[in-house]
């Protein structure tokens, strides 16, 4: 069982920065991989980015290639992502999830564990 809590959205200009953090308990931690979802109001959930369990492979969704970097550390049982040239569009609900065969996969459905959310809006 592993449990997710987000934290750092919030409200930031268009071309800021936020780093989201997701942190996990459980013991296993380093087994998942984990990604970043995020869902705008109306719309459906989609893919941000995705890490495997040791860090050696990334994947991101194409609008934010080069503006957003997805890292964990192990050891405190965190995944980050750093996000850069924010945009209006960008304004959603970050969900973190955790996925536990270690690949990072870009759907939802392959996600065992997710956390509550974390509010960023970008204001243009």
């Known amino acids: 069982q592993v449990q997710l809590v987000e934290s750092g959205g919030g409200l930031v200009q268009a071309g800021g920065s936020l780093r989201l953090s997701c942190a996990a308990s459980?013991?296993?931690?380093?087994?998942?991989?984990m990604g970043w979802f995020r869902q705008a109001p109306g719309k459906e959930r989609e893919f941000v980015a995705a890490i495997s369990w040791n860090g050696g492979s990334t994947n991101y969704a194409d609008s934010v290639k080069g503006r957003f970097t997805i890292s964990r550390d192990n050891a405190k049982k965190t995944v980050y992502l750093q996000m850069g040239v924010l945009r209006p569009e960008d304004t959603a609900v970050y969900y973190c999830a955790a996925e536990n065969h270690g690949s990072a996969y870009a759907s939802p459905d392959e996600y065992d564990y997710w956390g509550q959310g974390t509010q960023v809006t970008v204001s243009s």
């Open positions: 459980g013991r296993t931690f380093s087994r998942y991989a």
